[in-house]
């Protein structure tokens, strides 16, 4: 495994955060969680109040060969506990980094050694669990790239992960993490979006593979891409049975999108902001591919998920609260089932192979998006077939949305709306699997 050496860059411009020293292949990596300033474009100076591992914002790329064996050391230098998430990776349990249900908080100025083999090659990404509505807000996030055996032959790989960032009036990081508004509504949105991009240009013709994840703890991102003619490959790490075509689309927070194509033009990332577009990343086009990219985009090769099939159990999860749903049994703004926080008892129990569809039903005004630690699913889609394997799901206001999997990673599985701030006030709960 190594630590990428190149530099991510903030949003569209081109200015290098902090160089990444490469690791060796046969040594372990060590993430240090600490406070650190940055240089923000079209600012003369740094900005304080963020964190970052290893100095970095985002946290160093870490790549992994599929199946090969990861080893990682947290060195917490925060003034507070620290934990570590591998987001997607159907990790052993006891590596999971969630707090109560797997492992006790790294106090400051202590370490802890995760070691795991990601079974899965994909998009994937790593980011704080231990009051992570705040210390994800402040830049502890980072990307987890696990490559194919035989990968498909691109001309670049690049990672982008989508942030954003609120800002004071007066140009400062917004360091106030209490504002009761943003839990009973959409959350802590930013008007500082960014994506950070690992490589800033390309020639036409290209063949690229564009890895979105999104680490924003509350924002849902609709995107449009343009310069790249090709198709996505792959949602949430997991590989779709036949690529789809490339059109706009909708992230949520946690989620990943893997398109791989060709590049035409300068390619530009895009959201909606109402009625209109705002481009928050690009990649330049300079030069001309002699031998430009036109093969048929292949699916990525399977990873062999059984098909949930059959299900011996049937349970539901109720979303409640929020602005305007006050009364909803749980002493927090949210609830799951009439409860807020972790339930003593989990929310279904299943022997290793069980099979279960549960119901995400949400009554709220809200969007939300519920992650699903240690396994994936599938949605379940009327009489036909399921949707693609997913680890996160955006349920919108007012839907009903019913999701299907096979448990068969033993433990004590955290269940949570990825809106951190939904999360933080309540929507939790948690499976058990023996």
């Not at 870490?62 to 159907?90: P, T, Y």
């Not at 032959?153 to 917004?174: K, N, S």
């Amino acid at each position: 495994m190594i630590l990428n050496r190149r530099d991510m860059l903030l949003g569209t411009m081109a200015s290098v955060l902090v160089p990444r020293p490469a690791v060796s292949k046969t040594s372990g990596i060590t993430l240090r969680p600490a406070p650190m300033s940055v240089q923000w474009p079209g600012r003369t100076g740094a900005l304080a109040g963020f964190l970052g591992f290893n100095g970095s914002l985002p946290g160093p790329e870490i790549r992994v060969k599929q199946g090969d064996r990861l080893r990682v050391r947290l060195e917490n230098g925060l003034d507070d506990g620290a934990l570590v998430h591998w987001h997607g990776i159907r990790v052993p349990n006891r590596m999971d980094g969630v707090s109560i249900l797997t492992q006790e908080v790294v106090p400051p100025g202590e370490a802890f050694d995760y070691e795991f083999s990601p079974p899965d090659a994909g998009t994937y990404w790593y980011h704080s669990h231990y009051l992570s509505y705040e210390q994800v807000g402040r830049g502890l996030f980072g990307p987890l790239i696990v490559e194919e055996k035989n990968p498909p032959e691109v001309d670049h790989d690049i990672t982008a992960i989508l942030a954003d960032f609120r800002m004071t009036p007066a140009g400062e990081f917004d360091t106030d993490f209490g504002v009761m508004e943003d839990f009973a509504r959409w959350g802590r949105l930013g008007i500082a979006l960014r994506v950070f991009l690992s490589q800033s240009s390309v020639r036409l013709g290209d063949r690229v593979r564009l890895r979105l994840i999104n680490a924003a703890i509350d924002r849902v991102f609709p995107l449009d891409l343009n310069g790249i003619n090709g198709s996505v490959v792959a949602l949430d790490g997991m590989p779709l049975a036949q690529p789809t075509a490339l059109e706009p689309m909708t992230i949520a927070p946690g989620q990943r999108v893997d398109i791989i194509g060709t590049v035409i033009s300068d390619v530009s990332i895009s959201t909606s902001d109402g009625d209109s577009l705002r481009q928050i990343g690009r990649i330049s086009m300079k030069g001309t591919n002699p031998t430009p990219g036109s093969e048929l985009i292949q699916p990525l090769p399977a990873h062999g998920l059984p098909t949930p099939i059959r299900p011996g159990q049937s349970l539901k999860l109720v979303m409640r609260g929020g602005e305007g749903d006050p009364d909803h049994g749980g002493f927090g703004t949210w609830s799951f089932n009439g409860v807020s926080g972790l339930p003593m008892e989990p929310l279904g129990q299943f022997r290793w192979g069980d099979t279960a569809e549960i119901t995400l039903s949400n009554p709220t005004a809200f969007d939300h998006g519920i992650h699903l630690h240690g396994h994936h699913f599938r949605e379940v889609l009327g009489s036909g077939p399921f949707g693609p394997w997913r680890d996160t799901l955006l349920v919108k206001a007012g839907e009903d949305r019913k999701i299907a999997c096979v448990f068969d990673n033993p433990g004590r599985w955290l269940l949570h709306c990825h809106m951190l701030s939904h999360s933080a006030d309540g929507m939790a709960t948690w499976v058990e699997v023996t």
